[in-house]
């Protein structure tokens, strides 16, 4: 009995050590973490960012849509007010593009503590003609200020283009007919620069300078084109008596003003204190382009830059205008300060008889 008793007992032992498989497979696991609940809000924001992007694109290519639409129909019904529109709108564009661009030279200019003459040619440049351009603007903002003083200031921009609007927003019919009206303009006085040469010539002291300058007058009244070295040949009579600046009349000065594009209506001692600041700035401008080099101009830049110096360059080719910039920096170049009104002479000279048989 006692045998069997142990027997029991340590069946039983064992029975209750023992843990069944089923037992085991039924062990709940343990709960898996939670997701960050950061993650849900952030893709939700990016969803609605792209969205939101989407949304925007498509509105901008609806809008693009509808603006080509409208223009293809102005183009088709209206076409002289499609082309002042188109060129308004790019006017718009280009103006703002050279807003940037200047504000980027005047930064430069301030951090590298540099003046304008140190500046290359096509900075000095696009800083010369934005001046121009903003001292012409200026009037119009001024007339826009009162109320309802817009409409008018746009039916005056309307009637008179050449002397209200700014280049940027010349179409190109109005470009050559604007450029054509100034340059007869300042050509008026073209002959009466050469009779002044001539005249004074006739009383100076020095024979031999006297002969020089009596021939160069004749040659250009007769049509022919001087060369650089017969300018080069007076040049002493530009730094003193009787040609050079502060010993012009009155009525010199003011004809030299024209020629430059500035306003004669002016008292003489003003007058003359902006021809030479003008032809100063020529000056540096003129060896800044010596530096660069005539061939590395564009068409525009060499048209644009005979324009500037006395020829009427709408009606010639760009080869044409950088041989006649060639030989102008060959005189430019090599003035002094004190010679600088043959700088102002020499664009009544070499421009004149230039390339005769064309337009100009």
């Not at 021939?215 to 080069?232: A, F, I, N, T, Y």
């Amino acid at each position: 009995m006692a045998r069997l008793g142990c027997r029991c007992v340590w069946r039983f032992g064992l029975a209750s050590l023992s843990v069944p498989a089923a037992s085991l497979s039924r062990t709940p696991r343990p709960p898996e973490p939670p997701p960050w609940p950061a993650l849900r809000p952030l893709v939700r924001q990016f969803s609605a960012k792209a969205n939101s992007k989407t949304v925007i694109s498509a509105l901008v290519s609806k809008a693009k849509y509808i603006n080509e639409k409208y223009e293809k129909y102005l183009e088709r019904t209206f076409p002289r007010f499609y082309v002042l529109y188109s060129t308004f709108l790019k006017g718009i564009r280009v103006f703002y593009a050279e807003v940037k661009e200047i504000r980027r030279i005047k930064t430069n200019m301030a951090h590298k503590n540099i003046q304008f003459y140190q500046l290359p040619y096509r900075d000095m440049e696009k800083l010369r003609q934005f001046r121009r351009d903003l001292i012409k603007a200026i009037p119009i903002g001024i007339l826009s200020l009162p109320p309802f003083a817009n409409y008018l200031v746009l039916l005056l921009m309307y009637l008179f283009p050449r002397q209200l609007l700014i280049r940027h927003f010349w179409t190109p019919k109005q470009h050559v007919e604007f450029l054509d009206a100034y340059h007869n303009t300042r050509k008026e006085v073209y002959a009466e620069v050469v009779d002044d040469l001539m005249h004074k010539s006739r009383f100076l002291a020095d024979s031999q300078l006297r002969k020089r300058m009596l021939h160069l007058c004749r040659k250009v009244q007769e049509g022919s084109h001087p060369d650089v070295m017969e300018l080069k040949a007076v040049r002493t009579l530009f730094e003193g008596h009787p040609f050079s600046i502060q010993m012009l009349s009155s009525q010199q000065v003011k004809v030299l003003s024209r020629v430059l594009f500035l306003t004669p209506r002016l008292p003489s001692f003003i007058l003359k204190y902006r021809l030479r600041t003008h032809l100063s700035e020529l000056s540096h401008l003129d060896r800044a382009m010596l530096n660069l080099g005539v061939r590395e101009l564009s068409d525009e830049e060499a048209q644009v830059a005979c324009y500037t110096r006395g020829l009427n360059s709408v009606h010639f080719s760009p080869l044409q205008c950088r041989l006649w910039l060639n030989q102008w920096l060959q005189l430019s170049c090599s003035l002094k300060e004190t010679e600088a009104s043959l700088l102002a002479h020499g664009m009544v000279l070499l421009s004149t008889n230039y390339l005769s048989s064309s337009k100009g």
